[in-house]
């Protein structure tokens, strides 16, 4: 078993795993274990589910990366034993019993809201559609990715992976996992998607290391390198807690 941890990197809604593209490259020059799993962005229980067994299936210790909707999916499946620490970027972080409506309502709107669009989409034995969340193309730059390269938000914009719209409303089942594990959040100052004092209020909530950065929601692509610079000190902070001596006169 390896004792260096596997960063895994869960994506959010409106996004998938290639969101993660300026980070991954630099944490493999960095000789740092990289997986950025797809999630199907369906419903909270499975999305965790899924990135759960993904970790159950990774031989040694994980340190779980979520960005957006992924940190609430990271707060849920980073329960995990092999989990050693949680990484949040521009995310939400509930807690037990909370969904993500009603930890939004805390605090103002964002723009978002008013940019996004809904579409029908089929659910396998029912009779009823089931509704998808996406952001207006026009308007995705400008509110989830200002700063970013143009010609890529305008790529980035028409392949988006879209949320079923009652995972805004399902509650976090569990305690959730920065109750007991280290936690790093970035907040994205200038994020008009999610409010960054929302992001503020769940990081504080959960005890984590902050840092804010003057970037919009999709901060991996903003500011790749100051994403990468926290993970590497989170990556630190566990692997050196792991190689701590144990003090065998504890009981």
């Known amino acids: ?50 990135i759960a067994s993904v970790v159950r299936q990774i031989d040694g210790p994980v340190l779980l990366v979520g960005h957006s909707y992924g940190g609430a999916v990271i707060t849920v499946a980073g329960n995990e034993p092999n989990v050693v620490g ?30 996004l669009v809904y579409t029908l989409y089929p659910i396998e034995g029912s009779s009823e559609p089931g509704i998808d969340v996406s952001v207006d193309i026009t308007r995705f730059p400008a509110i989830f990715a200002a700063g970013v390269d143009a010609a890529l938000t305008t790529v ?10 009652t995972a805004f409303g399902e509650p976090a089942a569990g ?39 003057d970037a919009s929601h999709l901060v991996m692509h903003a500011r790749p390198a100051e994403v990468v610079a926290v993970i590497r000190d989170a990556l630190a902070a566990v ?13």
């Open 86 to 115: 949680l990484v949040y970027l521009a995310a939400y972080v509930p807690a037990e019993g909370e969904s993500l409506g009603a930890l939004q309502d805390r605090f103002a709107p964002s723009p978002l809201g008013e940019a």
């Open 1 to 50: 078993m390896s004792s260096t941890p596997t960063v895994v990197l869960v994506h959010g809604a409106f996004a998938d795993a290639s969101s993660y593209a300026p980070v991954v490259r630099r944490l493999l020059d960095a000789g740092v274990t990289v997986v950025a799993p797809p999630t199907g962005n369906r419903s909270l229980a499975s999305d965790a589910g899924y």
């Open 156 to 165: 980035l914009a028409v392949s988006q992976r879209p949320l079923a719209a």
């Open 239 to 251: 692997t050196a807690t792991q190689n701590e001596p144990v003090d065998s006169s504890a009981k």
């Open 175 to 213: 305690a959730p996992a920065w109750a007991e594990k280290p936690a790093w959040g970035i907040v994205a100052s200038a994020d008009q998607a999610i409010n960054p004092d929302v992001q503020r209020f769940g990081y504080e909530r959960a005890g984590a290391s902050v840092v804010e950065l």
